[in-house]
T-cell receptor
Framework: DAMVIQNPRYQVTQFGKPVTLSCSQT?????MYWYQQKSSQAPKLLFH???????NEADTPDNFQSRRPNTSFCFLDIRSPGLGDAAMYLC??????????????FGPGTRLTVL | GNSVTQMEGPVTLSEEAFLTINCTYT??????LFWYVQYPGEGLQLLLK?????DKGSNKGFEATYRKETTSFHLEKGSVQVSDSAVYFC??????????FGKGTRLSVIA
């Protein structure tokens, strides 16, 4: 029944040690998004893929990268995590990149802890 | 650009009280409006949406009406339960852009 799946739900890494978060979807949606959400804040969009086209937000640090090997999967790579990167990371999908009536569906999130 | 302003929390209510969380927006064109709910430790779940003026979205006893004249999309529920305790995000999507979120309102319902 799950539509947007994120693994793992909780991830602990060490300062500076690369980490990869995973997202998969069963909706066959064209667009996949990654958001960062810090405590008591709104989600902040990092980047999104429309099919294989990568769209980076202007203020997303270079430390954050993403890969989308196929329609179903998208990965978030943090090359050198800092203490400030500890957050909840949310994956979302939508059928279209635009079109105001299109709905974004979110996964349960991965909570990243940086030691 | 597009933006969403929602009332600051936290909001604390007794069980069975009436809930209103205010949300206003600024947008060009004709955005769609959404309410998402985030339970503790979880991701965002779509609660309801409205895609055009005067539409009413509803789900699980929650309602919100898209008011273009007041650029508002206030969330209401007639009788809240302890299980409604969560953070509620108002959001809009217009044109060729991803969602724009408000800052969220934390609701605590006490028995």
């Amino acid at each position: 029944d799950a539509m947007v799946i994120q693994n793992p739900r909780y991830q602990v890494t060490q300062f500076g040690k690369p980490v990869t978060l995973s997202c998969s979807q069963t909706l066959n949606h064209n667009v996949m998004y990654w958001y960062q959400q810090k405590s008591s804040q709104a989600p902040k969009l990092l980047f999104h893929y429309y099919d294989k086209d990568f769209n980076n937000e202007a203020d997303t640090p270079d430390n954050f990268q993403s890969r989308r090997p196929n329609t179903s999967f998208c990965f978030l790579d943090i090359r050198s995590p800092g203490l400030g990167d500890a957050a909840m990371y949310l994956c979302a999908t939508s059928r279209l990149a635009g079109g105001s009536t299109d709905t974004q569906y979110f996964g349960p999130g991965t909570r990243l802890t940086v030691l | 650009g597009n933006s969403v302003t929602q009332m600051e929390g936290p909001v604390t209510l007794s069980e069975e009280a009436f809930l209103t969380i205010n949300c206003t927006y600024t947008a060009t064109g004709y955005p769609s409006l959404f309410w998402y709910v985030q339970y503790p430790g979880e991701g965002l779940q779509l609660l309801l949406k409205a895609t055009k003026a005067d539409d009413k979205g509803s789900n699980k006893g929650f309602e919100a009406t898209y008011r273009k004249e007041t650029t508002s999309f206030h969330l209401e529920k007639g009788s809240v339960q302890v299980s409604d305790s969560a953070v509620y995000f108002c959001a809009l999507r217009g044109g060729n852009t991803p969602l724009v979120f408000g800052k969220g309102t934390r609701l605590s319902v006490i028995a």
